[in-house]
């Protein structure tokens, strides 16, 4: 993973994994480990460096992936899907921040449901 010199506070370094048809697939990572021994996983969507799948599409598998290589269990982690402002006149482009939760099936997150959280939420979680 590189690190990207202009990423912001919710956002440390480019993650790569695997989308869609396994096609190559780029989001932005910030991982919080909370005093509380949780963790949080804020990916971020990066449209165009992204050559693959979105976030949104590849929620589940992607929280998974992330879990998993955070050796975390799913009741202490925590998914946010972050999409930063595009600076555009569309409100659709304007910066949104998502918690995720998901049910559990053998091991892996499934069924994804969005809650839109504020930016104050989701400055709170990282400082839990």
Known sequence: MEIHPSLNK???CYYDFLGQWDS???CGLKIVKRKDGK???IATEIYRLNPGTPVT?????????IM???NCTPGRFIFVEHTPDMGSKLDFYDETFDLVSFQVADGKLTNP??????TA???DLMAG
């Open 10 to 12: 919710y956002m440390d």
């Open 24 to 26: 190559p697939s780029r």
């Open 39 to 41: 963790i949080l996983a």
């Open 57 to 65: 599409e590849w929620c589940a598998p992607l929280a998974t992936q």
């Open 68 to 70: 998993k290589e955070q």
């Open 113 to 118: 449901q969005w809650k839109r959280l504020s």
């Open 121 to 123: 939420e989701v400055d």
